[in-house]
């Protein structure tokens, strides 16, 4: 019988689902059949061994992020100005909506897991590449000219911003936008 898309996404959500709620640790077949709902055996049948799995799931995470560039795309305001760029960063950092935050929490389980797994690293990769587009999506649409390592440099400290406001409480008085602000100015001083 041949692999069912719809039942190998399913498996793949679960999948990541489980990554998300309890950790790359509690991803094993039998969770992804409980979670997902299907008989018992189906996700092995589908992914023989744990690292195919995980290979799988990390491939799909990558897939969802790409899909999300795709969104972000057509509904970037153009031209934007640094203000917008500002603004449209700090609610992508510090007010993800619910299928963000989760997709932004299992690419950070993957991150990690891939210091362990060198065989997990083209997916990080690829999610780096996906994360540099997003950022140069938005930059272009401001008209501001970046270079590659500048391109580069911002989207990973948007990493890691993203990563604390998912993480760590955050003080009372935190302020997000202005902290945009200072990382922009920092990658891209104001011209006069």
Known sequence: MPPNPERRTAILDA????I????????THRQVDDRAGLPAGTTSNYFRTRLALLEATAAH???LHWRH???LKSALPSPMNRAGVAALLTRMVAD???PARRRHLARFELFIEATRRP??????YELQHAAMNVAGMILASAGIDAAPEQIDELARLLNG??????TID????????GLIDRLLAAVFPPTS
């Not at 955050?170 to 936008?177: K, L, M, N």
């Open 119 to 124: 065989e997990l690293r083209p997916f990080i």
């Open 20 to 27: 998300v709620d309890v950790g790359i640790g509690g991803l």
């Open 170 to 177: 955050q003080p009372d008085g935190h302020e997000p936008a």
């Open 61 to 63: 995470v990558v897939d």
């Open 161 to 166: 911003l993203t990563f604390s406001n998912l």
């Open 15 to 18: 999948a990541i689902d489980i």
């Open 96 to 98: 993800p909506d619910e």
């Open 69 to 71: 560039v795709e969104v």
